[in-house]
Nanobody, 114 residues
Framework: VQLQASGGGLVQAGGSLRLSCAASGRMASIARMGWYRQVPGGQRELVATTTSDGVTNYADSVKGRFTISRDNAKFSVYLQMNSLRPEDTAIYYC?????????WGKGTLVTVSS
């Protein structure tokens, strides 16, 4: 399984960005997909996940600002990020979890300036 993420960049506080991730390879239809983020020297943390039947989970810090969505036919997952804050600055990683295994994309950098 390969994951290709895109959509990161530099944005001012209060702005918006949309991340996209497309999966390819051998995948199960029940795979969970989502986004995690990591700052230098920090641990990778959950941002949001979504199951194939639309059950979502968000970190408390992004609830009400970020929205995760998914296109099962395209094995793609998206993250709409609104009202961005400087503390959202991180490398964002796309994740696919299936059959007890995690798959990760290379990450895309999101920088929010104050």
């Amino acid at each position: 399984v390969q994951l290709q993420a895109s959509g990161g960049g530099l944005v001012q506080a209060g702005g918006s960005l949309r991340l996209s991730c497309a999966a390819s390879g051998r995948m199960a239809s029940i795979a969970r997909m989502g986004w995690y983020r990591q700052v230098p020297g920090g641990q990778r943390e959950l941002v949001a996940t979504t199951t194939s039947d639309g059950v979502t989970n968000y970190a408390d810090s992004v609830k009400g600002r970020f929205t995760i969505s998914r296109d099962n036919a395209k094995f793609s997952v998206y993250l709409q990020m609104n009202s961005l804050r400087p503390e959202d600055t991180a490398i964002y990683y796309c994740n696919l979890y299936q059959l007890l295994r995690d798959y990760w994309g290379k990450g895309t950098l999101v920088t929010v300036s104050s």
